[in-house]
């Protein structure tokens, strides 16, 4: 069996992820610790592949389809969230606690998908009698400063 490692010499992202999943009353696995310390530390949501290649350079041996489950668990626990993106990959982004209403930012050039955690969607339009809103997707598309800052040198 693989030893445990301390918490006090987890990294700041896995301290973190193992607090977070401690709240939720679920297994703590090291997958799950693995991908959410990833996901935490994300500039910008990630790829099932990208994840996996992260999750390689850190030691972190976990198949594929393992890293599917713990993704999967992530989202139903609310600790994560899954984007669509426009080339139909999903892209994976740690929630911790945030509520999953919040617009997307696809920059074209790098394929990266950003939270805009302080853009919240509003509605600008009613809702015919009877309808109820439980999620709403906002996803906008363009260039991200890096890009724009790249293309105007």
Request: proline content about 5%; glycine content about 8%; some cysteine.
């Amino acid at each position: 069996m693989a030893s445990m490692t301390q918490p006090d010499s987890l990294p700041g992202g896995e301290l973190t992820a193992r607090n977070l999943l401690q709240q939720t009353h679920g297994r703590v696995t090291p997958a799950r610790v693995g991908v959410l310390g990833i996901l935490l530390n994300a500039n910008a949501a990630l790829s099932h592949q990208e994840i996996e290649q992260t999750a390689l350079r850190q030691g972190l041996s976990a198949d594929r389809v393992t890293l599917y489950r713990a993704l999967d668990w992530l989202v139903e626990q609310g600790l994560a969230h899954k984007i669509a993106g426009a080339d139909r990959t999903w892209r994976y982004n740690a929630q911790a606690g945030i509520p999953h209403q919040h617009a997307h930012f696809h920059c074209k050039q790098c394929e990266q998908v950003f939270c805009l955690e302080n853009l919240q969607p509003t509605l600008l339009f009613g809702l015919p009698d009877g309808y109820q809103i439980d999620e709403v997707e906002l996803n906008l598309q363009g260039s991200c400063p890096d890009c724009r800052n790249r293309n105007a040198s």
